[in-house]
């Protein structure tokens, strides 16, 4: 009797054990439908912040940081063993299919097992997370908030006081973008003669998105860049397509302003159409000017300030010719005017960096003009060419050349010549 007592009591509790892992079997298979997905996600976000870390890196970006990466370290061994319990679960998933009860007598085939497995992991996986997370706050701080990855690393480059700013000195921002673009192209970044302009360029489209130039850019400012500029993921590329979407546009602006004289033509039929005639400057150019920006000192107030903040000297100024009244009657308008300089400099090391710039009636209307370049394969005998366009001037407007020369040692720039042609059609 004792003994038929003993088989059912097991029997009873070998059902019970297996009626509870049963039950926990549908736990697990709840956490599997409700939670693996969240936590693959919160995974997935794991792996994204450590993909921001290396595109950082590439650019040398986090060097001032290493002490801080050791908890990388922690997080290796740790996931490591998040791997090796992940592995277990899944064996669990694929023998459960096929052997049913068997593996409700086995420890490592529990339901109740493979629960406390997962309960672990998920909670081990968060911990992480949190860990992750804190470091990135720490490296990245506020230009977590930049949303364009090139922006965001310039943002970076300006060091541990800048972590938790909310907006940026256009010059650091501009010299951070030339340090990440000297940093992709080395060498060649002396090759092409107009990436300086490039770069300002971008600075400024930035620093008009919102308020008109004020030299300090926020991050609402920078992350009103165009969406379709996101797609760029080096600096190169980036300026490059500014570029061509600057080109565009103003031939677009020159059609529409074409279109918009046109209009305001009187209509006359079988009016004569009359050939553009051009009138040459009178400047004020006489000798050689040079400028040496280590050694130029000049002690006014009020000596003009353009945005490289390079020391800038007067080459020469000239008024825009006025059109006689036969000509204002044929309906003569003014265009352009074509500015054609010799212009060098020091000869030797780099080069790019010294400008010709321009002021119109005292004032900086645009940054226009251009840097000398020996490597420029389109200059024939340091001759230069600028246009200014009508949009800016008008008759009798006078303009004023200057030379602009780098403060380091050895630099120099100089203009042996100035011509031009005011066009009028």
Partial sequence: MGEITDILKKAKDIISDVKEEYETLLEVE??????????????????????????????????????????????????GKIQERMKEINDYFISSKSKCCINMVKKTGKPSYIKKVLDLNFKEIYKNLIALEELEEKIFGS?????????????????????????IESIILQNNIYELLNKEIGDNIDNDYNWNQKIENLVNILDNTINKEDKILTITELNKISKELYKFENVKDLLDAIEKKEKENLLEKKEELLEEKEKLLPKKENKKILDPIT???????????????????????????FKSNFPAKEVCEFRIPPLTIEEKNNNYQLYNIEIKMCAKDQGWGGT????????????????????????????????????????DIKEDDLITLYILCPVWGGWKGSVESVSGEVLYQ
């Fill in 279 to 305: 009138k040459n400057i009178l400047t004020t150019f006489k000798n050689k000017v040079e400028l040496i920006g280590s050694d130029y000192k000049d002690s006014s107030k009020n000596r003009i300030k």
């Fill in 30 to 79: 709840k956490i599997e439908m409700k939670y693996l997905p969240i936590y693959v996600e919160i995974i997935t976000s794991m792996e994204e912040c450590i993909e921001k870390f290396i595109a950082a890196e590439n650019y040398n970006i986090l060097n001032h940081h290493s002490l801080s990466f050791s908890i990388i370290h922690i997080i290796v061994l740790e996931m």
């Fill in 352 to 391: 790019g960096h010294v400008r010709v710039r321009y002021t119109i009636n005292g004032e900086i209307l645009n940054e226009d003009g251009f840097s000398v370049n020996r490597n420029n394969p389109e200059i024939k005998n340091n001759l230069y060419k600028f246009i200014i366009n009508s949009n």
């Fill in 143 to 167: 230009s977590n908030r930049i949303e364009h990855p090139i922006l965001r690393k310039a943002w970076l480059l300006s060091g541990v006081n800048q972590m938790n700013n909310s907006s």
